[in-house]
Each structure stands twice: as C-alpha cells, then as structure tokens.
C-alpha cells in the first residue's frame, strides 16, 4: 500500500526542516535538491533514512550497498522519501584493540545523527558484530521508528569434504597446529575456505546471534535472521523491510513499543534455544539500558537455564547457518518454545503484530538441524550466570559450548596479569601448567583492555595440547567469540582493573569451579582477600582522546559495559534550527 501527504495523520519531523516556504526551510530543501529530487518529495512524505554500516573495511557488511538499494526500492514503493545515511562501521575482522571499545561510540554517533537529521523513520542496514547492537541502542535513545534488517551469514565454508564454521575452524585448526595435527600448508590452504560468499560468520556467533536476537526482540521481520546474504530472498527481505518502514512511521511504531520486558525476556530464551553467543550479554544488557529497562545478569540466568540448546550449530554443534535457513530458521525455535510455554507470544513485533502470530504455522523442514527438545545439544542450555568471591557481580559460561567433565571442576591457578603476558609464556614448554590447572587471565575487560577483547578462550599451552586434551577451565574478565567454544569463564564483574578479586588472584591458589551450582570461588580466607585487594594498585588510564573517554565512563560488563552517562531514551526533538 502506497500513501500520499494527505494520508498522514500527524506533522512529520521531517516537515520541521522541509515543510514551508520560510529561509531555513528553502535552505534545508534546497540543497538536497541538488541531487535531482523533485519538489513534489518534500510535500510531506515520509523521509527514512537507510542508515547504513556499509564499508570495506568491514568484510561482513561489504554487500550492503547493494541491499541498501533493495530497501530504498520498497521505500519508494510505500510512498516514502528513501535516503541512505553512511553511519559509523566497527568491524570486528580489523579494528584495534578491539570493535568493542567502539560499539557505544557508533551507538552516539548514530542517536545524533537520527536526532540532527531530518529523519522520520529509519532502517538500521547492519551485519557485523558490532553493527547490529550499536544501531539498536541509537534507534532505541532516540526512539524514532525503526526496524533492522541484516546483511545475512556466508554460505557454507568446505575444506576436503568437512565443512569449514568461520571462527570455529580458525580457533580448531590454530590448535591443531601447535599440537602438530596440521601442516602451516594446510591451514593456509583452509583459509579461502572459511570466507567463500559475502555476508557474516556463517556459524552461531555474534554477528548471527545477534541477527537472531533482533528478530526474537521483534526488530527485524519474521524470518529476516537465516537468510544467506547471497540468497534471492535476502534482497526480497531488504524491499519487504522498506516497504515496512513506511507503515510503521504512519502508524508512529516505536522501538519503545516493542522493546519491552517481555520482548528482552524472549530474547533470552531464544539465545539459550540457539546456543548463542555470550557477547548477546552484554548487547542485550546494554541496549536494555537504553529504554530505561531493569534487566540483570539473574534475569538470563532465571530465563535461560531451563531452555534446552536444539540449534545444532557451530559452535556447539555440527551445522551452519546455511542449513539453519534451510531448516526454517528462527520462526521454528520460537514456535517451539511457544509451544512449551516459554514465549511471551502477545509481544509486539515490527509487523504491527504479535509474535506469536508471526512463528504459528513455522515448519520444521530438517530434525536434524533444529532438534527435537528430547535430542537438545543441552537440556539446560542459556547462559550461566556465576557468582562467588571471586566474581561478587557475575561471571558467564556457555555450557553448550563447554564440556561436561569439566562443568564442576578444581584445579590450581596458572595466572597470566594480560594479553602480553600470556603470549610471552603460554608456548613456553617451562611453564608449569598442565590440564588439570585454570588458567586465569587478568586485565582484559571493559577497561583494563580497552574495550573488553575477545581474548577469553585462551588457546591451551602447546604442550597439553599434545597429549590430546582440547579443553581446560579457563577464567578471565575478556569476552571470546562467539564462534569459540571452551569451558570459559567470561566478564568477570568486577574486573581486575576495577579492582575486583581477579586482579588479586595469585599462581597456585586454588579455584573451584561449580557451573551446576553457579559458584565460581577462589579459596584463600576472607581476610586474606581482603588484604590482598588492599594492597593493589590501579593501572593507569589512557592519556586523552576516545580511550580516555572510554576508560573514564564505560561500566562494567554486567550492566552492559555502556557508558554511565548515556542510560535512558533521550527522545528525538528536533535541534534548534541555527540557520
């Protein structure tokens, strides 16, 4: 359905720049006339900007232009004025130290640019990690009517008749190589195999993840998560979504409308039902914030531990995102657990609809892919929230990503204080360690490694590795990919250079590991402790710029490692005209 001017319920925002005939209004109308538009444009349609992650410098978001023209098609279609916005791109594949450390800058720059432009609604072009949470959490600050639409996984990766998981098989064969499984040929040979079509990591990691949450959350049209980016349907996904667009700004469908305590409560489960990745944690956490919304690290846990891990998925298990669309995609899992009663399926998606009326008649085209809950990867999947002396905010463990033998675990503490410290000695055949030792690595959360690095699934020592054993506890206050796999102990709240007890752990103290319990402890007194953490000193903090910025404001990574002046929609009036 197209409309025209008159169909229009309310003044636009965008009227406050175009509409009118006074100096500021023929200014602002006048230099974007420049492109060729017609007068008939700015008569009171609906202006949506595309705003686009776009670039080529971020790999998993290299097609978006070509989407972003699919969008605009259903844009116009609808009667609306499509305008694509190139908005800030952190990609995870290139950015120092880390994307993290740039995800709440995208996320300002973004809201300012929805609140300073002449934006009624928009549609949030995003792929890569980083992209999809940073423009959720700007839509969310602003609250102009917004939908999300994704640039879709790689096809599958093959390599001599296995198939290669992005992510998963870089982190295998790195081992496999230090254990002296695989040739420096091989893996060099394996490299084109594990990025053979554009799009995002074609295994359950973040990027996926996070496509999944946006449509669990009820931000992206039904179905919108699975789809390849190099499939038909994808390009129809990004015309549909246009056409979309148009709709909800007449209808004023909100992201404070959607993003409700029910929606982030489906969400939840969805990520637990998929095996999806820890980073949704703080995402999810973060843009929680953003809508004024109480959500804690209890809630994923109470939410997540009942629901049993059924996507057989790298990395938890065999399959790729390919075979996950082939299979009916997320509108199953969301079927099924409406069926078992742990979906909220009264709330409000971008469709102007419920959920539940989205997923209703889902079918499940391949059992082995999505699994019945009686064959679950886990029948206790979600994330683990675990607390103890040595984690009084929290700490978190995929246990669809761990193994079993090692979920209630004590071992001695081989401590590494960073990043550097663990790859000077981690290949050192001196260093005394062996498997049934924790590894513990210090200083690499929100701010003691600016940004809070995916280096949390420590590869092992080279010499564990050779006897066989391909896992060891490990704990840190890092993230890890969401394409890792490993019993690992991530975000540890507070962290080391906040001075929580990690930054104090010392090389032979005992720890005790009980995932079923949620217990995670270090075992020396309480006085010991206490005089340990008293004796500790800060690490300094960068000198200026962003970093500066960053290590001043970033919160921890249990309330979403956001910036601690950003909580809150801050709404969308428009600017003072200074023209």
Known sequence: ???????????????????GTSRDNIYHRGWLKNQGYPHDLFDGRPVIAIL???????????????????????????????????????????FRPTAMMYRNLAAMAVEEVMRAQPIDGAVLLVGCDKTT?????????????????????????????????????????????????MSQEDFLEAEQAMSRSSGTCNTMGTASTMASMAEALGMALSGNAAIPAV?????????????????????????????????????????????????????????AGRV????????????????????????????????????????VVLKRLGEAGMLNKEALTVSGGAIWDEVAQARNWNEDVILPADRALTQSGGIAVLKGNLAPGGAVLKPSAASAELMQHRGRAVVFEDIDDY?????????????????????????GYPGMSEVGNMGLPPKVLKKGITD???????????????????????????????????????????????????????DELAARLADWTPPGAPDSGYARLYHDHVEGADTGADFDFLKGCRGNEVPRDSH
């Open 1 to 19: 359905m197209t409309f025209t001017p008159a169909d229009w319920p309310r003044k636009l925002r965008s009227q406050e720049w175009y509409g």
């Open 52 to 94: 686009n992650t776009w670039g080529e410098l971020t790999p998993c978001n290299g097609h978006l232009r070509e989407l972003a023209e699919k969008v605009k098609a259903g844009v116009w279609e609808a009667g609306g004025f499509p305008l694509e916005v190139p908005v800030f791109s952190a990609s995870e594949n290139t």
């Open 133 to 181: 949470p940073s423009l959720l959490m700007g839509a969310a600050s602003t609250d102009i009517p917004s939908i999300v639409v994704t640039g879709g996984p790689m096809l599958n990766g093959w390599f001599r008749g296995e198939r290669v998981g992005s992510g998963t098989a870089l982190w295998q064969m790195s081992e496999d190589i230090k254990a002296g499984k």
């Open 231 to 287: 499939d038909a349907r994808r390009r129809v996904m990004a015309q549909m979504t246009g056409r979309r667009i148009v709709q909800m700004v007449k209808d004023d469908l909100k992201p404070s409308d959607i993003l409700t305590k029910e929606a982030f409560e489906n969400a939840i489960r969805v990520n637990g039902a998929i095996g999806g990745s820890t980073n949704a944690v703080v995402h999810l956490l973060a843009l």
């Open 292 to 331: 004024g919304l109480d959500l804690t690290l209890d809630d994923w846990d109470r939410l997540g531990r009942d629901v049993p891990t059924i996507v057989n998925l790298m990395p938890s298990g065999k399959y790729l995102m390919e075979e996950f669309f082939y299979a009916g995609g997320l509108p």
């Open 423 to 447: 790859k000077a000695r981690i290949n050192d055949d001196a260093l005394e360690i062996d498997e049934t030792c924790v590894m513990v690595l210090k200083n690499c959360g929100p701010r």
């Open 472 to 526: 060891m506890v490990r704990i840190s206050d890092a993230r890890m990919s969401g394409t890792a796999y490993g019993t690992v102990v991530l975000h540890t709240a507070p962290e080391a250079a906040m001075g929580g007890p990690l930054a104090v752990v010392r090389t032979g103290d005992m720890i005790e590991l009980d995932v079923p319990a949620r217990r995670i402890h270090l075992d020396i007194s309480d």
